[in-house]
């Protein structure tokens, strides 16, 4: 698979979408989404950043033509380096930004794939409803990548991830065709391919534009806050709220490290921590500002060393304990810093090895403890990807955590829909 020139693809793709907005070389910020903090940068030749759909598919067609790879690009806030390219172009789709309609009465909306995930949001409430997905980074994040990566967050315990609130999909083919999976009914006649690009990261067809499903906007219940010892104390409460059949919207846990790197009043001292939202539990106390101190978490870790990759795997509740104590065995072993945090309730684990992005060794020893940290959870019976997807940055263990029979399964859509295997190569599945 080949990529021409950089400028001289430019020039072509120019005509297409304006010398404005055929850019080469890449810019620094078109290269990286937030595993940058693990010093993760791809290259492209070309940075395309097309106006609606049908400039899209001109520029598609013109990639599959010449055989040239293509990285479709929402907010770059993934944490799986989806969005980091291997070669060719990087297609931007924050032009796609229009709000093609709101209607409240019948509690849909439908935007086009780079309106960030807060304006969706903002838009819900405005008119009394409500859009329950909540990624991180809502100014930055796209709706187009979300639904591409079928993001979680925190709700998606209580609410389900984005791929449930998502009831139709614009999209364009490698080839350039348009393909529209959506329906204002009730549609079972054919397959749901909707539902096939949540979740597809880029690699089947760019979705440019998508209808969403809402609900009506009742207040939430307040945060609540409970501290424990340890890890193991923390994680069998959290299976006590379950088995006692609350149904809470949240469900989180930090441990002991990422509370000393994210402090809260109250917490000094304290191994583990829960955050709950719709359930009740002895001991907790309102935390109204919880969620500003938990959206705070992340930057708060990787500022400790100035780097830090963190992983999305998913454990069994019941193992839950025994990953966050792995985490931080696993760190101590490569001579890294280590913590976790998460959404106990789904037994998401965001298990997170923490050092100087400047010390290529340290980076070396994160990237082997990723590895472990892979394997720890496989063993545990859980999942390498409970959020981000396997990006490009586990795509060479999807086999391990899919089984042969599924990835040569989806080898063969891959092929069906993208035949010369120029949407995001690397990406999801290991290059065959």
Known sequence: MGSP???????????????????APVPAW????????????????????????????RVLAWCHERGVPVTPRGGGTGFAGGCSPDGGVVLALDRLDRVESVE???????????VTTATVRRLARENGLHFPPDPGAAESSQIGGNVATNAGGPHTLGFGPTRRWVTGVEAVLASGELLEARSLHRDVAGYDLAGLLCG?????????????????????????LSFFDDAAAGAAAAAAVLAEGQQPAV??????????????????????ALLIEGAQLDGAVPAPDAWRWRDGISHAVAAQRGGKLSEDVTVPLARLAEMV???????????????????????????????????????????????????LALALGGTLS???????????????????????????????LDPRGILNPGVKLPRG
Do not use: N, Q
Request: overall charge negative; some cysteine; glycine content about 14%.
């Open 5 to 23: 020139p950089g400028h001289a693809a430019a020039a072509d793709l120019a005509c297409i979408v304006g010398r404005e907005f055929a850019v």
């Open 30 to 57: 078109a290269l990286s989404d937030a595993t940058e903090w693990a010093g993760v940068r791809g290259h492209a030749e070309v940075l395309v950043r097309p106006a609606g759909t049908g400039e899209v598919s």
């Open 104 to 114: 409240p009465e019948t509690w849909r909306m439908r935007v086009g794939a780079g």
């Open 200 to 224: 597809s990261e880029g690699t089947l067809a760019v979705i440019t534009a998508v209808a969403l499903r809402l609900v009506p906007w009742t207040e939430p219940d307040p945060p609540m």
């Open 251 to 272: 469900l989180d846990f930090v441990d002991g490290e990422a509370l000393a790197a994210a402090p809260y009043p109250g917490a000094a001292g304290a191994g583990f």
């Open 325 to 375: 104590e792995g985490t931080r065995e696993i760190g101590e072993r490569h001579d890294l810093g280590a913590c976790s945090w998460g959404h106990a309730g789904d037994g998401i684990v965001h298990a997170t090895l923490m050092f100087d992005r400047a010390d290529g060794a340290a980076a070396a020893r994160a990237r082997e403890a990723g590895d472990a940290l892979f394997d």
């Open 386 to 416: 409970g959020e981000h997807g396997l990006g490009r940055l586990k795509a060479h263990r999807a086999e391990d955590t899919l089984g042969r029979t599924t990835v040569t399964a989806m080898r063969a859509v891959k092929d069906a």
